[in-house]
């Protein structure tokens, strides 16, 4: 799970690890923002629930920084983001702060919680844009609207960041 931790971290104040869980998806405190957007309007994630798989077990089945997962289009719903910026490095990747508009941070509950309890095979994937950014098994319900995700060793972050950050950023 080690390889998930740097895949993506949901950060929540009222969030933690269930019984049993992985404890390195969730940092102790939240490391201080950088590069904060403007109020401007903004772009959109998307979230998708999705199961892990085999290696070639099917065309859908993609390697998302070394963990294949079934990655159907369909499956995909808009959580529309207030802001985003970089947070403070984390090593070998970075990771950005994404703030979510009332409708997203709803979308983006209903989601890890469903995720949460679908068990162990369960992951929770995001794309900005065209691009998967992470898939991550989920510890527990997102109960805020601020996620903090460890982008993958070598992801566009600023072209990330200008898509979630709408037009005129």
């Known amino acids: 799970m080690?390889?998930?931790?740097?895949?993506?971290?949901l950060?929540?104040?009222?969030?933690?690890?269930?019984?049993?869980?992985?404890?390195?998806?969730?940092?102790?405190?939240?490391?201080?923002?950088?590069?904060?957007?403007?109020?401007?309007?903004?772009?959109?994630?998307?979230l998708a629930i999705t199961q892990t798989c085999a290696p070639g077990s099917d065309p859908q089945c993609i390697s998302v920084n070394g963990e294949h997962v079934l990655v159907v289009p369909a499956a995909f719903e808009r959580a529309g983001v207030d802001s985003a910026s970089n947070a403070q490095p984390s090593g070998e990747s970075d990771t950005i702060t994404v703030d979510l508009d009332r409708a997203g941070a709803t979308v983006a509950s209903r989601m890890t919680a469903e995720a949460s309890q679908a068990g162990d095979q369960t992951r929770l994937v995001m794309k900005v844009g065209d691009e998967i950014i992470s898939a991550v098994r989920v510890q527990d319900e997102l109960r805020n609207d601020h996620m903090l995700v460890a982008l993958p060793p070598g992801a566009p972050t600023e072209e990330i960041l200008q898509s979630l950050n709408g037009p005129g950023e």
């Open 2 to 9: 080690k390889k998930l931790a740097i895949v993506m971290t």
């Open 11 to 46: 950060l929540a104040g009222s969030v933690a690890c269930s019984s049993g869980g992985t404890a390195e998806l969730q940092p102790a405190s939240t490391p201080p923002t950088t590069n904060v957007a403007t109020n401007a309007p903004a772009g959109a994630l998307e």
